[in-house]
């Protein structure tokens, strides 16, 4: 048996496989975020630690037999998190998480460093790590000084359960202190930072082994051997691990609290200036492409909380099929936005409202507005050379055709939907937990899903969507200069 977990923002999702990678089981447990001021996102890294214990004992609560034979675990996880311990491995402060905006100045002063976007291959982004440590240097100066470790959310979990500080290429990618061609901490990043070489943790491939599991555990949870724990990865090379998204002209397209478009690449293919994001895959020697936006499914609940209504009944008064867009934009900025604007001041916006615009019409455009914010992704991945035939979607977004075939309309690619089960983050940590257990980078357990169905673009809408974006894209910078 192996099990992934899965520390994301708003939960922490336990998925148990056996050797033929069947499910055997999973559970959830949930998180809260903070937002004490605005562009502020964080959380208490102990409710990680009791959330996975959750999780654990009601998936060996429910399968006692097959949890009792357990050989390794392997986690996936929220990237970019600043979990920052002291000598003795106490918590100093709340987890800044990947959508906390706050050091958007710390991480223009990094990126003006030529260094930074030819070694780590990326914008520094005011999500990544890296700023949150300056931003802590120059705001919270006491912390700073007693900062003995950093470690991404996932790696405070590993930490848990085996008592070693290690992180895996994927998710150290996402910090600006990685050099992600040469897959090894930066001296001279980390320096530039005010950080050290000893303050990081030890890296290893996502599917190699970090550790062994701690006996406190093993007594618990009363298992008959001593599992390994895997390296894992971040969330998204996680995800893209579960899907078989893992060689050249493969993608996915996650739909998710943030939206995610990743293509893997045969190579190091970087194109900081695109906002296109340049990461080491979990696998050795292979790497991705990623475009990021910070509100997808966000956007819709943001607006769902508005109207009263679920997302789902929101969804579900609109027509089984697109006919067109909508006269009405919505531009999802609610956080600020990463690809391809890298802006962390802007915020959303309606335009086009008027009397006749109804509940409906403002759906419908949330789901648009995500969508050409999406294309945008796309066109930034064809900057960086990249290009795609289709792409296969996942997350909960995935729930409305509407939205798909609103999706492929929009991009003008074919958008292929698995068959009904579970190929995220947590199932992509389970195989690399596999991986780890018989000491094989070998891709053929890496399979994709069995697509159920497909959305191809309607040719008969593309010029009044191509239209739509076009009016979308020129919003920006209106938006811009009013932020």
């Given at each position: 048996m192996y099990l992934g977990l899965d520390i994301g923002t708003s939960g922490v999702k336990a998925l148990l496989i056996d050797d033929e990678q069947s499910i055997i089981g999973s559970t959830h447990a949930r998180l809260t975020v903070s937002r004490p001021f605005t562009g502020w996102s964080e959380q208490d890294p102990q409710s990680w630690i009791n959330a996975c214990d959750e999780a654990i004992e009601a998936l060996r609560s429910l399968f006692p037999r097959h949890f009792k034979a357990l050989k390794s675990i392997s986690l996936s996880g929220q990237m970019h998190g600043a979990t920052l311990l002291n000598a003795k491995d106490q918590l100093l402060r709340p987890c800044m998480l990947w959508n906390d905006t706050r050091s958007f100045k710390e991480a223009a002063h990094l990126d003006a460093q030529p260094q930074f976007r030819a070694l780590s291959g990326n914008i520094v982004f005011p999500g990544f790590t890296a700023p949150k440590l300056a931003w802590v240097a120059q705001h919270e100066p006491k912390i700073f000084e007693?900062?003995?470790?950093?470690?991404?959310?996932?790696?405070?979990?590993?930490?848990?359960?085996?008592?070693?500080?290690?992180?895996?290429?994927?998710?150290?990618?996402?910090?600006?202190?990685?050099?992600?061609?040469?897959?090894?901490?930066?001296?001279?990043?980390?320096?530039?930072?005010?950080?050290?070489?000893?303050?990081?943790?030890?890296?290893?491939?996502?599917?190699?082994?970090?550790?062994?599991?701690?006996?406190?555990?093993?007594?618990?949870?009363?298992l008959a051997g001593t599992p390994i724990v895997g390296g894992g990865a971040g969330d998204n090379a996680a995800s893209a691990c579960g899907m078989g998204v893992i060689?050249?002209?493969?993608?996915?397209?996650?739909?998710?609290?943030?939206?995610?478009?990743?293509?893997?690449?045969?190579?190091?293919?970087?194109?900081?200036?695109?906002?296109?994001?340049?990461?080491?895959?979990?696998?050795?020697?292979t790497w991705h492409q990623m475009g990021v936006i910070l509100s997808a499914t966000d956007a819709l609940n943001w607006y769902a909380g508005i109207t009263g209504k679920t997302a789902a009944q929101l969804t579900q008064q609109l027509p089984a099929y697109p006919e067109g867009p909508s006269d009405v934009r919505f531009l999802?900025?609610?956080?600020?936005?990463?690809?391809?604007?890298?802006?962390?001041?802007?915020?959303?916006?309606?335009?086009?409202?008027?009397?006749?615009?109804?509940?409906?019409?403002?759906?419908?455009?949330?789901?648009?507005?995500?969508?050409?914010?999406?294309?945008?992704?796309?066109?930034?991945?064809?900057?960086?050379?990249?290009?795609?035939?289709?792409?296969?979607?996942?997350?909960?977004?995935?729930?409305?055709?509407?939205?798909?075939?609103?999706?492929?309309?929009?991009?003008n690619l074919t958008i292929?939907?698995?068959?009904?089960?579970?190929?995220?983050?947590?199932?992509?940590?389970?195989?690399?937990?596999?991986?780890?257990?018989?000491?094989?980078?070998?891709?053929?357990?890496?399979?994709p899903p069995v697509i159920e169905r497909i959305f191809e673009p309607d040719e008969s809408t593309a010029a009044a969507y191509e239209d739509a974006y076009q009016h979308y894209q020129s919003l920006y910078p209106a938006l811009r200069s009013l932020a």
């Open positions: 007693q900062i003995a470790r950093v470690l991404l959310p996932k790696d405070y979990v590993r930490l848990w359960l085996t008592g070693e500080y290690v992180s895996d290429m994927s998710d150290a990618a996402g910090t600006s202190w990685l050099n992600v061609e040469q897959r090894c901490w930066s001296d001279e990043l980390l320096s530039l930072s005010g950080m050290r070489l000893d303050q990081m943790p030890r890296l290893v491939e996502g599917s190699a082994i970090s550790g062994r599991l701690r006996a406190e555990h093993i007594a618990r949870w009363q060689h050249e002209g493969r993608a996915f397209l996650s739909l998710g609290t943030s939206g995610v478009l990743f293509a893997a690449t045969d190579g190091y293919k970087p194109n900081a200036a695109s906002a296109v994001h340049a990461f080491c895959h979990a696998i050795p020697n999802p900025y609610l956080s600020g936005e990463r690809t391809p604007h890298n802006d962390a001041r802007i915020r959303g916006a309606f335009a086009g409202l008027a009397h006749e615009s109804n509940q409906a019409t403002l759906t419908q455009a949330v789901l648009e507005g995500v969508s050409f914010a999406i294309r945008d992704n796309l066109e930034s991945l064809r900057e960086a050379g990249t290009e795609l035939r289709s792409i296969v979607a996942v997350g909960g977004g995935t729930a409305s055709q509407f939205w798909l075939q609103t999706l492929a309309n929009t991009l292929e939907l698995p068959r009904d089960g579970d190929f995220g983050a947590a199932f992509g940590a389970a195989r690399l937990a596999q991986m780890a257990t018989i000491n094989s980078d070998s891709t053929e357990l890496l399979q």
